[in-house]
T-cell receptor
């Protein structure tokens, strides 16, 4: 089954404790993105990647890092999480010429 | 940068038509999308329209694009309780992967 998976689905952590949210897709897509969803703000793009070792900042990259060492994986790293990073995070993937982004199920992160 | 705006809430009676509106600022946007998010789930692409089109119909869904006014709308005919969800308008801007989403419109269908 074609899908985008994220882990964990739920995470509660404390300020300053480094964490990684994994994202994996099995569709051989070149493009991958991370978004955060906040009430009243919709989805905002954090980072995106056009292919392996090619990443670029989205609209709200501060406080986040990403890497793309393999085509299927695009982890989101929070080196020192803060409470304002409490949000619902979505990973998405797509391929050139395909108009649809496929979204993962989301990761709800709470930073206390 | 691109700005995409939607009203936050819409309530309709079952069987009526729903119209969800969206305005955007970047006239160079090529693809415009409507996504649906059901409670606790990710986003699912409902439909999309190219900027060189005025209208697209797909079963109960009709998308209208007014490029002059930078206005996009989604009409759902014969709205059902299963249509209750948040609907996001999205436009590409600054390149294929640069997609800007609106704030989302929560559609409530009253039985």
């Amino acid at each position: 089954e074609a899908q985008v998976t994220q882990n964990p689905r739920y995470l509660i952590t404390v300020t300053g404790k480094k964490l990684t949210v994994t994202c994996s897709q099995n569709m051989n897509h070149e493009y991958m993105s991370w978004y955060r969803q906040d009430p009243g703000l919709g989805l905002r793009q954090i980072y995106y990647s056009m292919n392996v070792e090619v990443t670029d900042k989205g609209d709200v990259p501060e406080g986040y890092k990403v890497s793309r060492k393999e085509k299927r994986n695009f982890p989101l790293i929070l080196e020192s999480p803060s409470p304002n990073q409490t949000s619902l995070y979505f990973c998405a993937s797509s391929s050139p010429g395909n108009y649809e982004q496929y979204f993962g199920p989301g990761t709800r992160l709470t930073v206390t | 940068g691109e700005d995409v705006e939607q009203s936050l809430f819409l309530s309709v009676r079952e069987g009526d038509s729903s119209v969800i509106n969206c305005t955007y600022t970047d006239s160079s946007s090529t693809y415009l999308y409507w996504y649906k998010q059901e409670p606790g789930a990710g986003l699912q692409l409902l439909t999309y329209i190219f900027s060189n089109m005025d209208m697209k119909q797909d079963q109960r869904l009709t998308v209208l694009l007014n490029k002059k006014d930078k206005h996009l709308s989604l009409r759902i005919a014969d709205t059902q309780t299963g249509d209750s969800a948040i609907y996001f308008c999205a436009v590409n801007s600054g390149g294929y992967q640069k997609v800007t989403f609106g704030t989302g419109t929560k559609l409530q269908v009253i039985p």
